[in-house]
């Protein structure tokens, strides 16, 4: 099928995954397990390419070339990868790292940062409790359990208490504390504490990397269009990029392909919402400045982990003359029933699906957005055209009187 107005043959894509303790080679096996599922689901064909390291191992690319019956599409995906930079946290010692992470969650309870999670989006601050929570009943516990020993009579002199419910504090973050994701959780709010101050230098040299390379992709890409895809705290490295690319090149727009920005599952305003986060804000303003590069942020309600349908400009009270266009997305109907009722007690799987492969077709399919024909445009301008448009053997017909695809079930919610 000739490419047209609504339709690509080539695509680059830009991928900053979020806050996970998965290295690069990791990341990319699962794209190549769930790029599969994707090809089941929509009944296309996929070839995935061993990913390439170019200046900087930070950068990996691997080209995708999906097919259906009439139609062919070329994309080069670049990882934008920051994995290192979480393996440092959880390279430090419990006696380091778990401090850290406790007076991370100070920090964002005594600047008022946890109360505004209750004002925009309160299912959110009940994620940010958790690990709060899970402090306490560790304290409590490993206090009851000394008390109860010098009840019992056994000598319990103060000095030997205390480092007696330290040890059994300690003893309870690691188990059950691992299977609780205790330690990570810990982990990530003192990363975004770290990079709300400011205060990560390493952070901030990878995003001056990445800004460097979306700069020249842009500009030498032949490429329709360039996809910029940032998931959970990755959205905020994504903002923060390509603020830093507009930044140092003003003209980006203009000298390459269109722009997309998606954010998907965000965490944006977990570190935008910090009063110390002035330089998210301004980059996230300088993005929505940009009237020529589109911004579409897709949320779930089910998803405790990103702000469900807030607009960050109205929130941080920015002077932007547009919002990102919000669009919501039913984990439900992206995984189907039977892996939805699997699933559903595990809120980190839920939070990755968006950028794993879909069970079932519906309007949002991260492999879809980054490897089908439809322009990220047209996938805007109407959703469900992005199901209604392929057929069952997974031609494109966009201009079919009638779907052939039954798209009941995966239509998304008003």
């Known amino acids: 099928m000739a490419a047209t107005s609504d339709t690509v043959s080539k695509r680059c894509v830009i991928f900053l995954g979020g806050y996970e303790h998965v290295s690069a080679s990791g990341q990319y096996n699962r794209f190549v397990r769930e790029i599969g599922r994707f090809d089941r689901t929509w009944n296309i064909a996929t070839t995935v390419g061993e990913p390439i390291v170019h200046s900087d191992?930070?950068?990996?690319?691997?080209?995708?070339?999906?097919?259906?019956?009439?139609?062919?599409?070329?994309?080069?995906?670049?990882?934008?990868?920051?994995?290192?930079?979480?393996?440092?946290?959880?390279?430090?010692?419990?006696?380091?790292?778990?401090?850290?992470?406790?007076?991370?969650?100070?920090?964002?309870?005594?600047?008022?940062?946890?109360?505004?999670?209750?004002?925009?989006?309160?299912?959110?601050?009940?994620?940010?409790?958790?690990?709060f929570a899970l402090s306490v009943?560790?304290?409590?516990?490993?206090?009851?359990?000394?008390?109860?020993?010098?009840?019992?009579?056994?000598?319990?002199?103060?000095?030997?208490?205390?480092p007696l419910g330290i040890a059994i504090f300690w003893g309870l973050a690691r188990w059950p504390g691992d299977r609780l994701r205790y330690r990570y959780m810990l982990n990530d709010w003192s990363f975004a504490s770290a990079i709300a101050w400011g205060r990560r230098r390493s952070y901030r040299e990878r995003l001056k990397l990445f800004a460097e390379d979306l700069d020249r992709t842009v500009r030498e890409t032949d490429a329709d269009e360039v996809l910029i895809v940032g998931h959970s705290l990755g959205a905020v490295l994504a903002a923060e990029t390509l603020s830093a690319t507009l930044r140092r090149d003003p003209d980006l727009a203009k000298a390459g392909p269109p722009i997309t920005l998606m954010t998907v599952g965000s965490s944006?305003?977990?570190?935008?919402?910090?009063?110390?986060?002035?330089?998210?804000?301004?980059?996230?303003?300088?993005?929505?400045d940009t009237v020529d590069i589109a911004w579409i942020d897709y949320t779930a309600l089910?998803?405790?982990?990103?702000?469900?349908?807030?607009?960050?400009?109205?929130?941080?009270?920015?002077?932007?003359?547009?919002?990102?266009?919000?669009?919501?997305?039913?984990?439900?109907?992206?995984?189907?029933?039977?892996?939805?009722?699997l699933f559903k007690g595990n809120f980190l799987r839920l939070h990755r699906q968006f950028v794993m492969g879909n069970g079932a077709?519906?309007?949002?399919?991260?492999?879809?957005?980054?490897?089908?024909?439809?322009?990220?445009a047209a996938r805007i301008d109407d959703m469900t055209a992005s199901i209604e448009n392929f057929a069952e053997d997974g031609r494109y017909i966009p201009d079919a009187e009638s779907p052939t695809v039954d798209s009941g079930p995966a239509r998304p919610a008003p």
């Open 57 to 131: 191992p930070a950068v990996q690319v691997w080209p995708v070339v999906a097919q259906g019956p009439n139609w062919r599409v070329e994309t080069e995906l670049r990882y934008y990868s920051w994995n290192d930079l979480i393996e440092e946290d959880f390279a430090r010692p419990d006696w380091r790292a778990i401090p850290a992470g406790l007076l991370a969650l100070l920090d964002f309870i005594v600047t008022g940062t946890a109360l505004r999670y209750i004002v925009v989006a309160w299912r959110y601050w009940l994620f940010s409790f958790y690990p």
């Open 137 to 162: 009943l560790f304290a409590a516990i490993a206090a009851s359990i000394v008390y109860g020993i010098a009840g019992l009579g056994v000598p319990m002199p103060w000095f030997a208490g205390v």
């Open 268 to 288: 944006l305003l977990k570190v935008a919402l910090h009063p110390a986060a002035r330089g998210l804000r301004r980059s996230i303003e300088r993005v929505l």
């Open 302 to 341: 089910v998803d405790p982990l990103n702000f469900y349908r807030t607009d960050p400009g109205r929130v941080l009270g920015l002077k932007a003359p547009r919002a990102p266009v919000i669009r919501t997305a039913r984990i439900r109907s992206m995984l189907g029933e039977a892996s939805y009722k």
């Open 361 to 376: 077709r519906y309007h949002y399919d991260f492999f879809m957005a980054c490897c089908g024909p439809m322009t990220q």
